[in-house]
């Protein structure tokens, strides 16, 4: 039996009329095109999780929905991870206009940061993930909370969750690629040396998702740039906060302790 395949179909309704979603579940029906998951994901906006054996079963369906006049055709793909989510939460990311690696969320969005942490962290594909965001914004709970949901563990290379944690090595089993590897970008930066950044690099090296958190800082004290990065994660506790780093940036210049800066 051949493998079930998952696609994406998005639509918007252009005349909103009744049976519009029956007439379209009756068309994939025909075609033995399942149904698996469906949500308003936008105004006026629908999107499907479908299931096929084939995906000429695909093929076949695709001409018929574009000739349709009371829907278009927006997407019609496999699914990918901001397609999962518009499907659970009923809506799309926010992401920034000019650079579209960057994702916006504030506080009260702590959930669905969440999920979409942990569907990449799911993913067996290398990512280095940084998190902007002002202190107790909630950035290390949701890493750590993505890492359980993800059924992933989580190891601190460098950290103010508990205390001001430093590594300089790991033992055996945390070098595997199936961990999550966070940093702190402001931490490495203030109370570091190069048995850190030894390690650091080593970390870098490795296969395994990395996250950093402050990736500004974090890329001033490296050979790495913001490109560098899969995904950019701002997180506010408003939405027109503003993320600034100047005074801990002066703390760094005059070599000054920054306690109480807690992610």
């Known amino acids: 039996m051949s493998e079930v395949k998952e696609w994406y179909l998005e639509y918007q309704i252009l005349i909103n009329r009744p049976g519009l979603l029956g007439d379209i579940s009756s068309l994939l029906g025909m075609l033995r095109i399942k149904i698996d998951k469906i949500n308003g994901v936008d105004k006026d906006r629908r999107g499907l ?54 994702f916006k969320f504030v506080r009260s969005e702590i959930g669905l940061l969440v999920d979409f942490l942990t569907e990449l962290f799911k993913e067996e594909t290398h990512k280095l993930i940084g998190i902007r965001g002002m202190p107790r ?17 989580w190891i601190f290379v460098s950290s103010t969750l508990l205390k001001q944690t430093v590594r300089h090595q790991l033992i ?15 931490v490495s930066a203030r109370r570091a040396d190069e048995r850190h950044w030894q390690l650091i690099r080593e970390i870098m090296a490795n296969q395994a998702v990395k996250v950093i958190e402050h990736p500004d800082i974090f890329i001033k004290y490296t050979e ?40």
């Open 224 to 263: 790495y740039s913001l490109d560098s990065f899969d995904y950019i994660i701002e997180l506010r506790n408003e939405p027109d906060e503003k993320i600034s780093y100047q005074m801990l940036e002066d703390h760094l210049l005059l070599g000054s302790d920054f306690y109480g800066f807690d992610t």
């Open 49 to 102: 999780l479908l299931l096929v054996r084939d995906d000429y079963q695909i093929k076949r369906v695709e001409p018929i929905l574009h000739t349709m006049e009371t829907i278009r055709v927006l997407k019609l793909r496999k699914p990918e991870v901001t397609d999962r989510l518009a499907l659970r939460h009923g809506r799309y990311l926010e992401r920034d206009k000019n650079n579209r690696k960057i």
């Open 137 to 153: 914004v909630g950035k290390t709970e949701s890493i750590v909370a993505a890492s359980v949901s993800a059924n992933k563990r």
């Open 172 to 186: 055996a089993d945390e070098y595997n690629e199936n961990n999550i590897f966070v940093i702190d970008g402001i």
